[in-house]
């Protein structure tokens, strides 16, 4: 049973002290949400209407152009029986459909009157309806030649293509081409409704020469909230010419009850002014709209339109009627395809980009190259939080508003829920009221964690609907127009009212694209563990290998030193006790000399190193100004030529490390700065970055992100990047032995070595000329013990 839609009438309006009839009342702007669609009094003057008693038959109210199609005037019918109309072959047949057959709010074909004198043949349908039979006259065919028309055959093959489809678009594609098909009207959409009320063209068939709508997007209001409601209802809406006369019901009210007849379920229904007005600012001038549904809800219109008045035959509409209750019937598996093809291809980008990532060994893979996070996903712009900065592809907030979203989505519980961790919205204004700042470029988000310790998380941004969407009825190009019954809904009017309902709106997330978010969470996740299992499997491997090779480089520098003692002592008493050795003897013994000292220097290097790897470090709380102090006594003690300028600008954070071991890092470095200058006093600057700070991190290994990255700066001769992982190694000395003050070549190996063992890495950021920055970390000494 329906209810009826409109609210009690309200004394205001003008129809409030008797029946409706679009003829006399028509409606505005301000009260078509109230106007009584069903009972509108009126029904189309291309066919003719009986009212008939169901226990006899009898005609309670006729259209008033009943001359023009029974012979006889609307009072002359008044009261008599149908036979008088349809002859007592016709009203037995009537009779026995009326009982039979399942017409309840159902029209169906009864029979055909055949032409009479002036009158054209008829085919005639009917229903019931609140206790009365509604009986429908209208000329049977286009033309002559309608009759030939063999619809089954054409449906049943229009079917198979329908089914035939892949996915819901191209379905919708193949219900419009099969409509346009049957029916030959000139323009044929798919037209679907969003969540938000408001409609899009998603599939279309038409003339050639017309303009495609394909794409556009019309606003809710284009459609008022009675008219849905119809659509959910009936089958079928004909309007053949939606220009032409409305003729009214004789009475407006049926006689026995009192209450005007409800035309919900009839064809020949007179259409609100409202959109036979809209229709013609369009410059369309018939229409044929038939409902499809999703589980009872209204999901969307074959909206049909022709360009000339036309006439729709009851076979025609039968036929579409049909193809409309197929698409129905279809649609939530042609829809469900349509997700699976989403759904996989979806996945098979998350795919390639954890694959990229695993190669690449890091996740910033994921929004640098293509595919990256955008491809997988329709936004317009995604942003990946990784080893503190964010990644960004496409059309993203600046970092700042991303630091700052990023904290809020933290305190979330929807983003922390263990099911489903994910904050997904089309209004991020709505809740997070900084969100507007950005409104245009990202209402929408839906945000997905990755690292609850780190605040990882990957966040997809959706534009504000009417930045992304194809608008039909775009306000510059079509007028206001003032009808007869006052403003009318035109295109331009609905628009405004649209742009202010769907402000800071973008387009929804469906359960796909969560579901996918989500998906892909998980293969970042594993991916993550699973690198981390096997760095530390070789971590294992590595520091077992180390101890090993620090191990024989211990032996071997010790157990050499004895023999290299021997050989300097015996060179040594050479030379004293052979006076008479010729010049060239005595430099040669001289030259053996120096180079054991030398090499007695390379193995002490070669000892300490393998020290610095076998000591276990001395873990404590360090203030590390104190340590750079010292470091610099050493250095400044060494020093001696020449004066220079050591900045700390700002206090070094505490440390718990162990206290020599980085005294010794920062002098080996310090000493290299000084050793390394250019030409005048040198400016060494030793400093920090904290790990949450902005600042430029130049060539940063990927295990530095999180961790305090100390530095020594200074504006000396520089280094050819070629050499940048050269130096280094042990024993790599870019300069001559005795060059720059001499050395062997060791300390930045066993700085590398220092280190290291802190669980930190060293690089250089350095050019020919410009001068060098040795960067570290000491993520071992990081436990805030120290203020
Ligand atoms: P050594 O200083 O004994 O040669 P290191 O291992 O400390 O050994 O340094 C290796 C090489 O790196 C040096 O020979 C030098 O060429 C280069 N180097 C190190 N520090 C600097 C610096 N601050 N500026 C320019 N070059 C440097």
């Not at 009779?95 to 399942?102: A, C, H, K, N, S």
């Not at 002036?118 to 002559?144: K, M, N, P, W, Y």
């Not at 609100?272 to 410059?283: F, I, K, P």
Request: net charge negative.
């Amino acid at each position: 049973m329906s209810t009826p839609i409109a609210p009690p009438p309200d004394a205001s309006l003008p129809w409030a002290s008797g029946p409706y009839s679009i003829k006399r009342h028509g409606v505005s702007l301000t009260n078509c949400d109230s106007e009584p669609v069903q009972t509108p009094g009126c029904i189309q003057a291309h066919g003719a209407l009986l009212v008939l008693r169901l226990s006899d038959l009898a005609i309670l109210q006729v259209s008033e152009n009943s001359v023009e199609f029974f012979g006889e005037t609307p009072e002359a019918l008044a009261g008599r029986k149908v036979e008088s109309v349809v002859g007592a072959e016709g009203a037995a047949r009537l009779r026995e459909v009326i009982d039979r057959e399942p017409i309840e709010r159902n029209s169906l074909y009864a029979l055909t009157l055949p032409a009479r004198g002036a009158a054209i043949a008829l085919d005639v349908c009917v229903h019931t309806v609140e206790g009365v039979a509604v009986v429908e006259c209208e000329a049977t065919g286009r033309g002559e030649e309608d009759g030939a028309v063999d619809y089954f055959r054409g449906v049943k093959a229009a079917v198979g293509r329908m089914q035939a489809a892949n996915g819901l678009r191209e379905f919708c594609g193949r219900v419009a081409e099969e409509v346009r098909a049957l029916s030959g009207l000139d323009r044929v959409m798919i037209y679907r409704f969003h969540a938000d009320l408001h409609g899009e063209v998603f599939a279309e068939a038409k003339r050639e020469d017309l303009a495609p709508w394909l794409g556009l997007h019309y606003p809710e209001g284009d459609i008022p909230r009675p008219a849905r409601e119809i659509f959910k209802r009936i089958w079928i809406r004909p309007l053949p010419n939606a220009a032409g006369p409305l003729v009214e019901l004789v009475p407006l009210a049926n006689p026995d009850t009192g209450r005007p007849l409800n035309m919900t379920h009839c064809a020949l229904r007179g259409a609100s002014v409202m959109y036979s007005e809209y229709l013609a600012n369009m410059g369309v001038a018939a229409s044929l709209t038939l409902p499809i549904l999703r589980e009872g809800e209204l999901w969307g219109l074959i909206a049909c339109h022709h360009y000339t008045p036309t006439h729709f035959p009851y076979r025609l509409r039968a036929a579409c009627e049909f193809l409309a209750q197929v698409a129905t019937l279809q649609l939530k598996s042609a829809e469900q395809s349509e997700h699976l093809v989403y759904r996989l291809q979806l996945d098979g980008v998350h795919q390639q980009l954890v694959a990229k990532a695993a190669r690449d060994g890091d996740l910033m893979a994921l929004t640098d190259r293509h595919p990256s996070l955008l491809d997988a996903m329709e936004a317009g712009g995604a942003a990946l939080y990784h080893r503190d900065r964010w990644w960004c592809a496409g059309k993203t907030p600046e970092p700042a508003q991303l630091d700052a979203l990023a904290e809020w989505l933290n305190t979330r519980p929807d983003f922390a829920s263990a099911t489903r961790p994910a904050f997904v919205t089309d209004s991020l204004a709505r809740d997070y009221p900084a969100g507007a700042e950005f409104a245009a470029m990202a209402s929408g988000v839906l945000a997905v964690p990755l690292s609850r310790a780190r605040h990882d998380m990957i966040v997809w941004f959706r534009p504000e609907t009417l930045q992304t969407v194809n608008w039909g009825g775009n306000p510059h190009e079509k007028p206001l127009v003032t009808g007869p019954h006052g403003p009318r809904l035109t295109p331009r009017r609905s628009f405004e009212l649209f742009t202010e309902s769907v402000q800071r709106r973008s387009l929804p997330w469906s359960t796909v694209e969560i579901d996918s978010a989500l998906r892909l969470r998980m293969l970042v996740m594993e991916l993550v563990v699973t690198r981390s299992q096997r760095l530390a499997e070789l971590n294992v491997d590595l520091t077992r290998s180390n101890e090993e090779l620090d191990a024989f480089a211990y032996v071997a520098s010790h157990d050499l030193k004895e023999p290299l003692r021997g050989i300097h002592r015996y060179a040594h008493q050479i030379l004293e006790s052979a006076p008479a050795l010729d010049d060239e003897n005595r430099t040669r013994v001289e030259g053996l000399m120096r180079l054991t000292v030398r090499m007695d220097s390379l193995l002490d290097s070669l000892l300490h190193f393998s020290r610095v790897g076998r000591t276990t470090l001395e873990l404590d709380k360090v203030d590390l100004n104190e340590v750079v102090e010292e470091a610099l006594e050493m250095v400044g003690a060494r020093r001696s030529d020449g004066t220079f300028t050591v900045g700390v600008p700002r206090p070094l954070p505490g440390l718990n490390c162990d206290r020599v071991r980085v005294r010794e890092i920062f002098s080996n470095l310090l000493s290299n700065a000084l050793k390394y200058s250019a030409p005048g006093p040198a400016r060494i600057e030793v400093g920090y970055l904290a790990p949450g700070e902005t600042g430029p991190r130049p060539n940063a290994p990927a295990e530095s992100a999180g961790h305090t990255i100390f530095f020594v700066r200074d504006h000396g001769i520089g280094i050819e990047p070629r050499h940048h992982e050269q130096i280094f190694r042990m024993f790599k000395r870019l300069h001559g032995r005795d060059d720059y003050g001499g050395g062997v070549g060791a300390g930045l190996t066993i700085v590398q070595k220092l280190v290291q063992r802190h669980g930190g890495r060293v690089w250089v950021d350095s050019a020919p000329g410009a001068g060098s920055t040795f960067h570290f970390t000491l993520p071992r000494g990081e436990t805030p013990t120290l203020p």
